[in-house]
């Protein structure tokens, strides 16, 4: 049986599935990964433990999958945003991987937007100057580096395909180059402007590929046999699109997790205006698909902080609790880590508002359920505002998304219906359907989306959404109020 192997990295976890030449999923593995945060604000992780929790994702799959499955080709979705260094010689990391999460680059963005830089970056890669995306992040570990080193820097997809190819190849796929923040988006280059102004030594990035093709052969990787192809590489949520088969402008998917990326394409590359960001959804054939797309910072990460507050023995009694409230409870904004898109205010606070002693404790836990789908809310109305072509299908994946209360919620406060799939896994099945593309599993676009033709469609059904959004407007205006001292200055 012929099965492409396909790996989604994520932030907390590495998963291997094995999808099958029909499209279905054979066997599963996964690993945890782990994240540390040495000081308020910085968010980091060890690249040689997320080799290892590949590895360990891999073995788990293997050992689930049906004794006659030849493994054709690997597939690799991969965390964004994220970045490391190592050395191109040893394959030593030379320092931390810097997450996608992490502040400890503030300052430094901060600099660039007050000499006037936010424009220009704007304007060449489609992303805000932010300590999300990588530039500052790859300054900072280029600034820490030992001298002498041949150095290799780049993204989470760049640094398992160091991996799995032996160190033979450093390479990345256009999706998560897009995210980088040192790509000439309407180019398709690494830009010698950027790569000046962040500081970044061009020659340590690695070389620019489709997101379906040719990324080496395995090598010395446990139980893959040495000289397997690897075919694709991609960013997590570019891959749920894929996987979705939201191949038409309008289409979209919102991927909800520890954050959530709101993503829809577009007909031909346009400069987004502040709120949300524009970025290659995947390349074939060196051409690019566009997509508008929203950063959440922190979106379901907020739904086990609750539960543990209010000593409840799961998430979902959490969102049980939630659709019991009452009307008229308060608001919560999860600006733990600052609001991402479209607010892009990285001072932002994490706070209740409104209230009183008559809130209930399922008022309290519809508050944190609602911020989950009012944070979309607001991404959808500034891409709707620049949007050439209006909204078509909308894809709800993540683990959240299997939850038809928060489902419902997300069509209600958006007034669009959303459309769930069984598919868990939507990141590596979209790996798996481009790798399968270049092996000629599956001939074309359309031949992808007949393999996942069917969903439950959830339809908006009115209730009380304005009125929650009237609290919530209020709820963000009180987070992004300025700081100020005790003695009120």
């Known amino acids: 049986m012929r099965a492409i192997l396909s790996i989604d990295q994520g932030t907390t976890n590495s998963k291997a ?40 994702a891999i073995s788990a799959c293997l050992s689930a999958a049906p004794s006659d499955v030849n493994v054709e080709a690997v597939a690799i979705s ?52 932010d300590p999300m995306f990588p530039g500052a992040k790859m300054r900072w570990l280029l600034e820490r580096a030992p001298e002498g080193r041949k150095l290799r820097l780049g993204t989470i997809d760049s640094w398992l395909i160091h991996c799995f190819t032996g160190g033979k190849v450093h390479a990345c796929d256009a999706s998560n180059a897009a995210r980088s923040q040192v790509l000439d988006l309407n180019r398709q280059v690494w830009s010698e402007e950027l790569c000046e102004l962040f500081c970044v030594d061009i020659d340590a990035l690695p070389e620019l590929r489709d997101s379906s093709g040719d990324f080496g052969v395995t090598f010395g990787v446990p139980g893959i046999k040495d000289g397997t192809p690897l075919l694709a590489a991609i960013g997590d949520s570019h891959a749920a699109l894929f996987g979705h088969g939201a191949f038409y402008p309008g289409d979209g998917k919102v991927t909800f997790g520890t954050g959530s990326s709101v993503m829809t394409t577009l007909p031909h590359f346009i400069a987004p205006e502040r709120g949300i ?60 880590v600052g609001l991402g898109a479209p607010y892009w205010y990285s001072d932002a606070r994490a706070l209740f508002s409104q209230i009183n002693f008559s809130t209930t404790r399922a008022q309290m836990a519809r508050a944190v359920t609602d911020s989950i789908a009012l944070q979309v809310r607001d991404v959808f109305a500034a891409m709707r505002a620049q949007s050439p072509t209006g909204f078509g299908r909308l894809f709800v994946d993540g683990g959240p998304s299997q939850n038809r209360f928060l489902m419902q919620c997300v069509a209600d406060m958006l007034e669009h219906p959303v459309i769930q799939h069984d598919a868990p896994e939507a990141s590596a099945l979209g790996a798996a359907y481009l790798a399968g593309l270049e092996l000629g599993v599956w001939s074309d676009l359309d031949a992808i989306a007949a393999l996942n033709s069917q969903g439950n469609v959830i339809t908006p059904s009115g209730g009380d959404g304005r009125r929650r959004l009237g609290v919530w407007r209020d709820a963000i205006a009180r987070s992004t109020l300025p700081v100020t001292s005790g003695n009120g200055e």
């Open 277 to 336: 960001t524009t970025t290659v959804a995947w390349r074939l054939g060196g051409k690019p698909t566009f997509a508008f797309e929203g950063n959440i910072l922190v979106s379901a990460a907020s739904l086990p902080w609750m539960t543990e507050i209010l000593g409840l023995p799961d998430v979902a009694a959490l969102v049980e609790l939630a659709a019991t409230a009452e009307p008229d409870g308060p608001g919560f904004v999860p600006a733990f």
């Open 78 to 129: 991969n965390q964004r945003e994220s970045v490391t260094i190592w050395d191109g010689e040893t394959g030593e990391p030379l320092g931390p991987v810097l997450s996608w999460q992490c502040r400890r680059t503030a300052q430094d963005c901060a600099d660039l937007i007050g000499r006037g830089h936010s424009d220009r970056v704007m304007a060449l890669t489609g992303l805000p100057i």
């Open 17 to 56: 599935i094995l999808v099958a030449e029909t499209g279905e999923l054979l066997a599963r593995g996964s690993s945890p990964v782990g994240i540390a945060y040495p000081q308020p604000g910085w968010v980091e992780q060890n690249p040689n433990r997320i080799w290892a929790s590949v590895c360990e």
